[in-house]
């Protein structure tokens, strides 16, 4: 779980940045930064719910700075790879995890294809 988390707070950060460039790539990636970010808070609840003393179930909003390209579609590229290498992580980790995280598991491994699918 935690790296699954620290995957989805970088893209986070990811998609923070790019979102902060303003104009029509604002208005694509918010609601894919709204997804991610309901994404890392469910996976830091159920974190939280079963070994709360983990610091990776502890968080607010990733902040910082991450290197984006200046290109528009240089970053939707990168974001739909972000996607498309999270969406891997994720559906590999399903045949390891309880029945209960598999279904969280497989809900945002399923919003990372769709996320792929707008971007392409």
Known sequence: MENLIATTQLHLLRLNAAVAKGGQLAATLTPLREDRAAHLEALREELAR??????????????????IPEDDDAIITMVRDDAGNAQVQFTDALGTVSRYR???????????????????
């Open 50 to 67: 079963t070994d709360p003393k983990s610091p990776a179930a502890k968080g607010t909003t990733p902040t910082g700075t991450v290197a």
């Open 102 to 120: 598999a279904e969280l598991l497989a809900s945002i491994a399923a919003s990372l294809a769709t996320h792929r699918t707008v971007l392409a």
